[in-house]
């Protein structure tokens, strides 16, 4: 459920609603952030500047234009990508190789808290490589489905049915259906 | 009215929870679920597995970062209160003075390069002069030197060779005189540097009876080069000597401090 009160609270600039908004999102923002900057360290920073955006535009926010969740993450993925093109990440990272979301998932035994471990690994265990490339343009880069059709060569209602097959294994995996 | 099943099943709906619609797509699309539970439902589901995915590639939120959030977040609300122009007028007044004094530290630094570069050019100058005047010198030595060769290689020149005497039995000079012209060219190469305050002076002699007549001083020995000296000689001269005097000269040969003597 989108927490529409505690939105609203933010939007007035109420400090308790804004570490409820952080407490909800702020693994959430740290994972699409990581999937892009690949780096612990840079992306924490990234993260506490994207909540720094959410609270001083909390207001630009217009629950008639969109999920809130999908606008936090447009202001994480520009964040992330912003760092990215920043010398000093080109700096750090010269040897830094192009990999998908699935590579940090499968890296991983231990997933935070709020996570269905469980659900993720067997999620991953069974994940069609269409489904990597597609999941990690449209929703960990932010590609428009039209730019998805062009990177991946697709005729654009492929592009819309493959990703929501791609999402519905995910759902299934989760039991959330 | 839409087909809700068809609608779903198209794959729109991911799509917008992924933010990867055209902002006028999200506004229909946000404008539809709103109307209808169904669509509602199935968005907060798919939403509730993205979700899920996010979070799973979170390396773990540090512990410290909302109080850094909270930090960042007063540090920049004191920047933006009204009450805080004056410390902002502060800084750009202390802005202000550092680039003053930079500037100025830079004016002393270009003082200091040109008052350095200024003394070398000074020096240059200096140096020029110097060569110019040993090249004046140079030039003045050659010429007395060719006008000396000259007078020496005339027939009407008599060569006087005059020999040391006892105060200095080593000394030797020549004198050229050259009777058409009445002048004598004298190489005094072989006679030693003269002591500080004193001077050598140039006789003409008539031996019966012995009668000097001085006809100049070699003065400026040390810094000739040549050593030749060329002096005035309208005398009938029988020999010549040459005495070491008082600087100035004196009016008659101090005989003891006679240094070479030869008959013409």
Redesign the interface.
Known sequence: ??PDLLITQLQDKNEKAF?RI?EMY???????I??IVRD?EL??EV??DV??KV??NATSYD?????F??WI??IA?NAAIDKTRSKAYKNKKQNHQASF?VD??EA?DS??A????I??KKYIGKLKPVCKEI?EL???K????KE?AEALTMPLGTV?????NC?KE??AA?N?? | MINIEEYISSGILELYVAGALSPQEEVEVTALVNQHPELQQEVEEIEAALLQLSAAASPGVNQESFSAIQKLLRETKVVALPSATSSSTKTTAFIGWAAAILALVGLFFIYQENQALESQLSDQLDEKERLQDSIQVAAKQLEELKIYTNAIRREETVKVKLAGQAVSPTSVATVHWDKKENKVYIDASGLPEPPPGKVYQVWSLKLEPLTPTSIGLLDDFASDDNKVFILPNANTSEAFGITLEPAGGSDAPTMEQLYTLGAV
Do not use: C, P
């Open positions: 459920m989108q570490r952080y702020s693994e959430n923002v740290l994972g699409i990581q999937t612990a992306a924490e993260m506490q909540f720094i609270w001083n629950a008639s234009k969109g999920r969740f999908t993450l447009n993925r979301f940090i998932l991983k997933f935070v709020k996570v269905d471990a659900g993720i999941i449209i929703f960990f932010g590609y428009t489905h998805t819309k049915t493959r990703n929501r999402i995910l759902r989760l959330l259906t």
